[in-house]
């Protein structure tokens, strides 16, 4: 099977888009929070977007294995746009930052209150 069919197959396995997207999470959640806790504007999640670029930039290695490492930019852009949509779709990205906020905040506050 050529690099492009995987990386197609890839695409139409929900159990595969599942896993890509709790790397994704990973991420979000431990690195991106660092610099960047909130969604500042929509405009930041449309194709092109300051925190899509961030996605194509940091996430392709995360989620990469023979398939996507080995697929031709074009076929492993694609993939990552697949992913990147079903993200925007479900508002994941708002969604993570929201929980890693939250569990941040009670961090602190269990902190505070147990001084």
């Not at 959640?29 to 930039?57: I, T, Y």
Request: charged content about 35%.
């Amino acid at each position: 099977m050529s690099m492009r069919h995987e990386v197609l197959a890839r695409a139409g396995n929900p159990e595969k888009v599942e896993e890509d997207k709790n790397k994704v999470r990973e991420y979000v959640m431990d690195d991106l929070f660092e610099r960047a806790p909130f969604v500042g504007r929509r405009s930041d999640l449309r194709h092109g977007g300051v925190l899509h670029k961030d996605f194509l930039k940091n996430c392709r290695s995360k989620i990469a294995d023979g398939a996507l490492v080995q697929a031709t930019n074009r076929d492993a852009e694609s993939y990552m746009n697949t992913i990147w949509s079903t993200l925007v779709k479900d508002n994941s990205y708002s969604t993570w930052l929201s929980m890693k906020r939250s569990s941040r905040y009670q961090a602190m506050q269990d902190k505070f209150e147990s001084e």
